[in-house]
């Protein structure tokens, strides 16, 4: 079984804080994404990354950045964190085959920004 | 551009009674069409996926779902719905003529099945 594991299911971090969310998955996929969740919005991507070091925008990138460094590793970082970026993070990995685009996901981590 | 609706907000049903959350995409090209649930504080779970092939694919846990090229539909179906199906369910699709490599994902539809 496919598993992605996220760093932490629940953070609380203050405003202008510089934030890590980590997450990591054990199948050897090239495609990793970052997500959030927001109610009524579903899941909105941030960024996506295609390979170690490859990265690319999603539809809501500003405001965060990302890391890549091993191929089982994807990073999303908030330089200063706001309260407007409140919200659950979902990491997500795939293996870019046709017809195995499948997305397997994490646990989601939790952010509170106060 | 890429785009999937998921009309209904919330789906009630009786348990026993048969299910259908909607989801209609739009995309240029032939779509990948994919269906999620998420339980409480848990992340999201593949449940089916259209590629190509036979429009009605079966999936995980008694669920299927239709592709309606002319409708441009890709609704989820249960013939006998139970309690334990009551969840968020997303519906997502990539064109993969289009280069973009991501899902583009439905607002949710939350599902109720009462006892």
């Known amino acids: 079984d496919v598993k992605v594991t996220q760093s932490s299911r629940y953070l609380v971090k203050r405003t202008g804080e510089k934030v890590f969310l980590e997450c990591v998955q054990d199948m050897d996929h090239e495609n990793m994404f970052w997500y959030r969740q927001d109610p009524g919005l579903g899941l909105r991507l941030i960024y996506f990354s295609y390979d170690v070091k490859m990265k690319e925008k999603g539809d809501i990138p500003e405001g965060y950045s990302v890391s890549r460094e091993k191929k089982e590793r994807f990073s999303l970082i908030l330089e200063s964190a706001s309260t407007n970026q409140t919200s659950m993070y979902l990491c997500a990995s795939s293996y870019p085959r046709a017809g195995t685009d499948t997305q397997y996901f994490g646990p989601g981590t939790r952010l509170t920004v106060l | ?115």
């Open chain 2, 1 to 115: 551009a890429q785009s999937v609706a998921q009309p209904e907000d919330q789906v009630n049903v009786a348990e026993g009674n048969p299910l259908t959350v909607k989801c209609t995409y739009s995309v240029s090209g032939n779509p990948y069409l994919f269906w999620y649930v998420q339980y409480p504080n848990r992340g999201l779970q593949f449940l089916l996926k259209y590629i190509t092939g036979d429009n009605l694919v079966k999936g995980s846990y008694g669920f299927e779902a239709e592709f309606n090229k002319s409708q441009t539909s890709f609704h989820l179906k249960k013939p006998s719905a139970l309690v334990s199906d009551s969840a968020l369910y997303f519906c997502a699709v990539r064109d993969p003529d289009t280069g973009r490599r991501a899902l583009t994902f439905g607002s949710g539809t939350r599902l109720q099945v009462q006892p």
